[in-house]
């Protein structure tokens, strides 16, 4: 990216203050050290300090390369926000930190937050603004002067158009560094509404052991689906939705269980629920059976955070020799440890009772005087749900309905008839009548009629 660098470069002593100064600034934060330990900020830090020592070109080149790499990165796979590379990127990891103190905005009232978390926050916005200061294109032009060329650098605003539009960026990039720390109401503020960490910036996550460890982790891009893509079962989704809704609004909600034939929906609607709440705090966690166990941990992590969560069980069922049950019952209730209030279970089932039952189940075996005692333990457990949704295999008609409904959401230009009678030739020879039956079907008429 050739282009001649416009700012005025820094005179040597200057440069090597200014230098010294933001380093020093990353050196002695005390609560947001974390928001420079990704690649773009230890490059950067990298770069200062090669241009600290100032004799050795050839390591001032190759970080300036890769700082510049690792902006263009972070921009092309979704940094924020207009303007210059490396100041969207440093606002960005604040205002998304997780540190005490923004874990205590999202609590408390900024006047609650204990004073000391207050004044060290105070003091690394400081420090952190310092090294906004030092951007893309003053760096370029101390470049142009280390190296007595353009090391094909620009300025790193050309990664993105100019201007800043987010209304908290734009009020920390017009404010003088040494003044940042009065900003600190308002980061509060932004915390206690968007959150902190990963889920200020994703909406779907999954529960993931590695190395022995649990862990949180993005689903960078979740189903799309919509309310608007689904067809049929208004009645079931009205339940899901009206319970979804006094859970964001702080009343009382009950765990689900949504049981039903396959491929009429269940899971789609836990996920178009998403989409549709996102914007309210909703949260969606979807869960493993085999990270039931980990459930006291999972909470952990969700408690005291200003989101709602959903943690999500698809296809949840036990077969007969399977203790995990167990585990479950102990999460619906039972447990010593109450389930915080922003954390809810939905599961999905093919299974009324999600545990394999057997006729001979009912006979008392010889050795277990007890056994009707254990079969209405299993019995009881989709009991221990708040309220159970039931998804059941559509008739023709509905089947039918689902399929009309889909072809003229898709724009479709084919015969009612011929229509009606591929759709129920299609459901005889794959999976019968589904909601899920009916969508494959509309996507391999949607592509015959396009090929035609």
């Not at 416009?6 to 600034?25: C, D, G, Q, T, W």
């Not at 200062?48 to 790499?69: M, P, T």
């Amino acid at each position: 990216m050739d282009g001649t660098i416009k700012s005025p470069s820094l005179a040597a002593s200057a440069r090597s203050a200014e230098i010294e100064v933001a380093l020093s600034a990353a050196e002695s934060l005390l609560l947001y050290a974390e928001a420079l330990a990704d690649p773009p900020a230890q490059a950067y830090l990298t770069l200062l300090r090669a241009l600290q020592r100032a004799d050795d070109r050839g390591l001032i080149r190759r970080s300036a390369s890769a700082l510049f790499r690792a902006l263009a990165t972070a921009v092309a796979t979704g940094l924020p926000g207009p303007g210059d590379a490396w100041q969207r990127y440093l606002l960005r990891r604040v205002v998304s930190d997780e540190n005490p103190f923004s874990r205590a905005a999202q609590r408390w009232r900024f006047e609650e937050i204990p004073a000391g978390l207050r004044e060290a926050a105070r003091y690394d916005l400081v420090a952190i603004g310092r090294l906004f200061a030092l951007n893309g294109a003053r760096l370029g032009a101390t470049l142009v002067e280390v190296l007595g060329e353009n090391p094909g650098w620009s300025d790193l605003v050309a990664l993105g158009p100019d201007g800043i539009d987010d209304p908290l960026f734009a009020r920390f990039a017009s404010t003088e560094p040494v003044d940042w720390g009065n900003l600190l109401p308002d980061l509060a503020a932004h915390h206690r509404i968007h959150g902190v960490g990963p889920f200020a910036g994703h909406r779907a996550f999954r529960w993931c052991r590695r190395d022995g460890r649990g862990q949180i982790v993005p689903v960078h891009r979740p189903d799309p689906i919509t309310f608007d893509d689904l067809i049929g079962y208004e009645e079931q989704r009205r339940i899901v939705r009206r319970n979804t809704e006094n859970f964001l609004r702080g009343r009382p909600a009950h765990n689900l269980l949504l049981y039903g034939d396959r491929g009429t929906g269940k899971s789609s609607t836990v996920k178009a629920l998403l989409n549709a709440y996102a914007g309210d705090g909703l949260r969606l966690v979807e869960v493993a059976k085999s990270g039931l166990a980990d459930f006291p941990e999972i909470v952990a992590t969700l408690d005291g955070r200003c989101e709602r969560f959903i943690i999500f069980v698809d296809d949840l069922s036990f077969d007969e020799n399977e203790a995990g049950y167990k585990e479950l019952k102990a999460i619906l209730e039972g447990s010593v440890e109450t389930r915080p209030d922003n954390v809810l279970l939905y599961a999905t089932s093919n299974r009324r009772h999600l545990i394999q039952e057997r006729f001979g189940d009912r006979a008392a075996p010889d050795d277990e005087v007890h056994a009707q005692d254990t079969l209405q333990e299993k019995l009881s457990l989709a009991d221990r749900f708040g309220i159970t949704v039931i998804f059941m295999a559509p008739d023709q008609e509905q089947y039918l309905e689902i399929v009309f409904g889909l072809a003229r959401r898709r724009g479709l230009e084919i015969d009612d008839a011929r229509l009606r009678r591929e759709a129920l030739q299609w459901s005889s020879w794959n999976n019968g009548r589904s909601g899920r039956t009916a969508r494959q079907f509309v996507d391999d008429l949607t592509a015959m009629l396009a090929g035609q």
